[in-house]
T-cell receptor, first 111, second 111 residues
Framework: DGGITQSPKYLFRKEGQNVTLSCEQN?????MYWYRQDPGQGLRLIYY???????QKGDIAEGYSVSREKKESFPLTVTSAQKNPTAFYLC??????????FGPGTRLTVL | GQNIDQPTEMTATEGAIVQINCTYQ??????LFWYQQHAGEAPTFLSY????GLEEKGRFSSFLSRSKGYSYLLLKELQMKDSASYLC????????????FGTGTRLKVLA
């Protein structure tokens, strides 16, 4: 069964800590994306990757980092430099810039 | 900028028809997507338009007018399970691709 998974579903972080959100897909898609969703706002692009070992900053990359060592995996690290990290994080994949398939999301809360 | 405008909220009755509008900046337009998102869940792809006209998929249809920078999503025979947010997303190109999401329209279907 092809799909895209994210873990954990809920994540709590203390201020000053880095946390890593997992995203895995078995759809054989080249492109993967990370979005942040806040109440009353559209999805905002954090980072995207069109191919293994390459990724590009989106509109709100500050305070985040990613890696793309395998086609299937695109983890996102939320660093302590991100001043307001509490949000719903969505990972997606696609055949380059076509309709996107989203994972179930990770809700990150900073305590 | 490349703003996407959608109404914030709409309410309709079970069995009725509802039209959700989306307007966007036309410069660099390269395709428009509609997604459905239930509360706390991931968006799921509904439809894609790149040429003018109507695309029909069962109870859902989507229309595009490129010259007017306008699209709508039409939902027929509304069901309670259609209560969700509907996201309009536009793909732009100017050398590279970019995806911009609207803030979404929250639809409430009443019995």
């Amino acid at each position: 069964d092809g799909g895209i998974t994210q873990s954990p579903k809920y994540l709590f972080r203390k201020e000053g800590q880095n946390v890593t959100l997992s995203c895995e897909q078995n759809l054989n898609h080249d492109a993967m994306y990370w979005y942040r969703q806040d109440p009353g706002q559209g999805l905002r692009l954090i980072y995207y990757s069109q191919i293994v070992n390459d990724f590009q900053k989106g509109d709100i990359a500050e305070g985040y980092s990613v890696s793309r060592e395998k086609k299937e995996s695109f983890p996102l690290t939320v660093t302590s430099a991100q001043k307001n990290p509490t949000a719903f994080y969505l990972c997606a994949s696609s055949i380059l810039w076509n309709e996107q398939f989203f994972g179930p999301g990770t809700r990150l809360t900073v305590l | 900028g490349q703003n996407i405008d959608q109404p914030t909220e709409m309410t309709a009755t079970e069995g009725a028809i509802v039209q959700i509008n989306c307007t966007y900046q036309t410069s660099g337009f390269n395709g428009l997507f509609w997604y459905q998102q239930h509360a706390g869940e991931a968006p799921t792809f509904l439809s894609y338009n790149v040429l003018d006209g109507l695309e029909e998929k069962g109870r859902f249809s989507s229309f595009l007018s490129r010259s007017k920078g306008y699209s709508y999503l039409l939902l027929k025979e509304l069901q309670m399970k259609d209560s969700a947010s509907y996201l309009c997303a536009v793909r732009y190109t100017s050398g590279t691709y970019k995806y911009i999401f609207g803030t979404g329209t929250r639809l409430k279907v009443l019995a």
